[in-house]
Nanobody, 126 residues
Framework: QVQLVESGGGLVQPGGSLRLSCAAS????????IGWFRQAPGKEREGLSC????????YYTDSVKGRFTISRDIAKNTVYLQMTSLKPEDAAVYYC???????????????????WGQGTQVTVSS
């Protein structure tokens, strides 16, 4: 059974940084790519990034490219999303989820994802 648990959300000032964690059940990262999404109130869920299970390749949506970095620690079964230069429009609930293939064509589509975490709230405000 694949389980994902996000953590690390909170309140941060504009321009600040946060690191989100996605703890996966044992060996999930060997077989599954992981992606990060966010959903703000009244908006659709937005795909942000994914990291491949095979070679660690990464993809980002334009709105976070250069500010967010996805990484993984296979030994800890954890994927991270380092977020810097945060803006008020980055405020949302952030989710991680599994997908079979991480690519530029797959990361943004929720239909490609199977298992989801419960989400962690990120608030960006002064």
């Amino acid at each position: 059974q694949v389980q994902l648990v996000e953590s690390g959300g909170g309140l941060v000032q504009p321009g600040g940084s946060l690191r989100l964690s996605c703890a996966a059940s044992r060996k999930t990262l060997y077989d599954h790519a992981i992606g990060w999404f966010r959903q703000a109130p009244g908006k659709e869920r937005e795909g942000l990034s994914c990291i491949s299970s095979s070679d660690g390749s990464t993809y980002y949506t334009d709105s976070v490219k250069g500010r967010f970095t996805i990484s993984r620690d296979i030994a800890k079964n954890t994927v991270y999303l380092q977020m810097t230069s945060l803006k008020p429009e980055d405020a949302a609930v952030y989710y991680c989820a599994t997908l079979m293939i991480c690519s530029s064509d797959s990361y943004y589509d929720t239909d490609n994802y199977e298992h989801w975490g419960q989400g962690t709230q990120v608030t960006v405000s002064s």
